[in-house]
């Protein structure tokens, strides 16, 4: 439950004894050390990482896992008032006071608009709240920012399937099963609406 560049750390690295200290510091904070390589890596690279993983693991618990380390990714703003924000609205959502929540969602996207969690956060909340195609728009800017974000791709695929419009809803648990295979339910849901579907055409 939410995006370094890795050149200009290594010159950084590389140059020590002339960089200012402030720049070095603001350099090493933006990148984190991979225990398995003890190398740098950027966020955008341990995802890439990680949907390689989640796209060829067969072992559906294994895989699940790979999935929340990837939710753990995209949960992480890289700011403490963005995470602040969040919080207030995890919190506000668990007592039912969704316009307070809305609120808090809005200025987290205001503050950082490219932070995919922020959207995909107020999309669930207007799911919830049954504003489909508010939850839709909030959906499509997620898959904009994050093309692979199988998340926002199963709440398309629920709201396109309860409007009706079955063929589309399965295109895009299609989607979602190219990026996370070996998800049970998704497979379920798209066999389903297959099923559906093969039988309105006979």
């Known amino acids: 439950m939410r995006f370094f560049m890795l050149s200009a750390l290594c010159l950084s690295l590389a140059m020590i004894g002339t960089a200012p200290t402030a720049a070095l510091a603001q350099a090493v904070d933006k990148a984190s050390v991979d225990p398995a390589s003890s190398t740098f890596t950027t966020q955008a690279q341990r995802l890439d990482k990680l949907f390689t993983e989640l796209k060829h693991e067969g072992n559906a618990d294994t895989a699940r896992g790979i999935a929340d380390q990837i939710r753990r990714e995209w949960q992480e703003s890289g700011s403490a008032s963005i995470n602040l924000l969040i919080r207030w609205a995890d919190k506000a959502i668990s007592e039912e006071k969704n316009a307070a929540a809305l609120d808090f969602l809005d200025e987290a996207i205001?503050?950082?608009?490219?932070?995919?969690?922020?959207w995909n956060r107020r999309a669930t909340l207007h799911f919830k709240m049954g504003n489909y195609r508010k939850s839709m728009s909030d959906i499509n800017r997620v898959l904009a920012i994050e093309p692979r974000h199988f998340g926002a791709l199963?709440?398309?695929?629920?709201?396109?399937?309860?409007?009706?419009?079955?063929?589309?809803?399965?295109?895009?648990?299609?989607?979602?099963?190219?990026?996370?295979?070996?998800?049970r339910q998704a497979q379920k849901e798209m066999g389903?609406?297959?099923?559906?579907?093969?039988g309105q055409r006979t």
Request: net charge negative.
């Open 110 to 118: 205001r503050l950082k608009p490219d932070y995919v969690e922020g």
């Open 154 to 183: 199963a709440g398309m695929a629920a709201i396109l399937a309860q409007s009706g419009r079955d063929e589309l809803a399965l295109r895009a648990w299609e989607r979602f099963l190219d990026i996370y295979p070996s998800e």
């Open 192 to 198: 389903n609406l297959a099923e559906k579907l093969t």
